[in-house]
């Protein structure tokens, strides 16, 4: 079992930067993949970045490549998504995620944290 909690959100001007945290308890973090999402009012949440359990491997999503970075800290159990040069539409529920990856390098999350809010203003 793994719990999540994700913090950092708020609010911040177009063009502006936020780091978001995620910090899991038990000692099994440095086994998981791990993944952050979000979901935007009357959408789907959706993908928008993954990590190996090394932080060797990563994957970001079309719309937040070159903008966002995901990373991990195993010694301190926590992931993170740098955000950079946001925009009005990155605004939404960010979700940290532990998971595996699938036969296909999917990313499958087991455990969700509870989310953390970003809105983007002009």
């Known amino acids: 079992q793994v719990q999540l909690v994700e913090s950092g959100g708020g609010l911040v001007q177009a063009g502006g930067s936020l780091r978001l945290s995620c910090v899991a308890s038990?000692?099994?973090?440095?086994?998981?993949?791990m993944g952050w999402f979000r979901q935007a009012p009357g959408k789907e949440r959706e993908f928008v970045a993954d990590?190996?359990?090394?932080?060797?491997?990563?994957s970001h999503a079309d719309s937040v490549r070159g903008r966002f970075t995901i990373s991990r800290d195993n010694a301190k159990n926590t992931l993170y998504l740098q955000m950079n040069s946001l925009k009005p539409e990155d605004t939404a529920v960010y979700y940290c995620?532990?998971?595996?990856?699938?036969?296909?390098?999917?990313?499958?999350?087991?455990?969700w944290g509870q989310g953390t809010q970003v809105t983007v203003s002009l």
């Open positions: 038990g000692r099994t973090f440095s086994r998981y993949a």
């Open positions: 995620a532990a998971g595996v990856y699938g036969s296909g390098y999917e990313f499958r999350a087991n455990y």
């Open positions: 990590i190996s359990w090394s932080g060797g491997m990563t």
